[in-house]
C-alpha cells in the first residue's frame, strides 16, 4: 500500500503563472488536507476535501487558491496568478476517518518557488 | 483566539540521553491532541494520538502525556538517538476533530 504522494516535488512558477499540486491519497482513503509550511513556521491547515466535496476550506486565502478533489484522479491544489510570498511546502495529508480515529499521514510535500 | 504553544524551540542533546518537549494549548472545545515528528524535506509522520480522557501514551522510546486541566502536553524521548533529530510538533483538535491546530515545533538535534 503506498503512501500519500505528491507531485511534482518542487516546482519552478515566474509571478502571474500558476501552479497545479497533486496528491494521491492512500488506497481506501477518502479525507484529504492540504497544509502549507513557510520557510521556519509551522504547518497551517488550508483546506479539508472528502470525495467530490469541500468540507472546511476556512485556512485558504479567498482568492487565487481553489482546491477539488475529484471522483476520480488526485486531489488538485490551484494557485493562480502566483506571487512571491506563495513560496512555500504544500503537504498533503490523508485519512480513512475523521475525528480522534483519524490518523492523517503526510505525503512528502511540494516545495513551490516563485521567481 | 486557539493556539498551540510549543516550547523549547529548539534543543540539543548527546546521543543516550533523554529529553522533554512541552506543548501548551488554548484550543477550545478540545477533542484530541497529537504529536508529530518531521525530519527535514519530508511530511510529518504521526507519533501519538491522545483524547481528553488519556493521560499517557506510549510508542517505543516516545511516551507522551496529556493534562487536560491545565490544557498542557509533553512527548518524552527516552535514550536518544541521532535519527531523533527532527521537528516534533504539537497538533490539536478542535469541536470533532476536524479543525487542527499546529504548534511551530521543537527543532531537535541529537549530537554524537
Known amino acids: 500500500n503506498a503512501g500519500v504522494m505528491q507531485n511534482p516535488r518542487h516546482l519552478v512558477r515566474r509571478r502571474g503563472q500558476e501552479a497545479r499540486l497533486r496528491c494521491s491519497p492512500m488506497k481506501g482513503h477518502s479525507h484529504v488536507y492540504w497544509y502549507r509550511q513557510l520557510p521556519e513556521e509551522g504547518l497551517k491547515f488550508m483546506v479539508y476535501?472528502?470525495?467530490?466535496?469541500?468540507?472546511?476550506e476556512s485556512g485558504m486565502p479567498k482568492e487565487r487558491f481553489s482546491a477539488e478533489f475529484p471522483k476520480e484522479g488526485p486531489s488538485i491544489l490551484r494557485i493562480q496568478q502566483v506571487v512571491r510570498g506563495d513560496s512555500a511546502a504544500y503537504f498533503c495529508?490523508?485519512?480513512?476517518?475523521?475525528?480522534?480515529?483519524?490518523?492523517?499521514?503526510f505525503g512528502p510535500g511540494t516545495r513551490l518557488l516563485v521567481l | 483566539k486557539n493556539q498551540v504553544e510549543q516550547s523549547p524551540q529548539s534543543l540539543i542533546i548527546l546521543e543516550g540521553k533523554n529529553c522533554t518537549l512541552q506543548?501548551?494549548?488554548?484550543?477550545?472545545?478540545?477533542?484530541?491532541l497529537r504529536w508529530y515528528k518531521q525530519d527535514t524535506g519530508r511530511g510529518p509522520v504521526s507519533l501519538t494520538i491522545m483524547t481528553f480522557s488519556e493521560n499517557t501514551k506510549s510508542n517505543g522510546r516516545y511516551t507522551a502525556t496529556l493534562d487536560a486541566d491545565t490544557k498542557q502536553s509533553s512527548l518524552h524521548i527516552t535514550a536518544s538517538q541521532l535519527s531523533d533529530s527532527a521537528s516534533y510538533i504539537c497538533v490539536v483538535s478542535e469541536d470533532y476533530g476536524q479543525n487542527f491546530v499546529f504548534g511551530p515545533g521543537t527543532r531537535l538535534s541529537v549530537l554524537p
Open positions: 476535501l472528502q470525495k467530490e466535496n469541500i468540507i472546511d
Open positions: 506543548c501548551n494549548y488554548t484550543v477550545s472545545p478540545f477533542s484530541n
Open positions: 495529508a490523508s485519512s480513512q476517518r475523521t475525528g480522534v480515529f483519524g490518523t492523517q499521514y
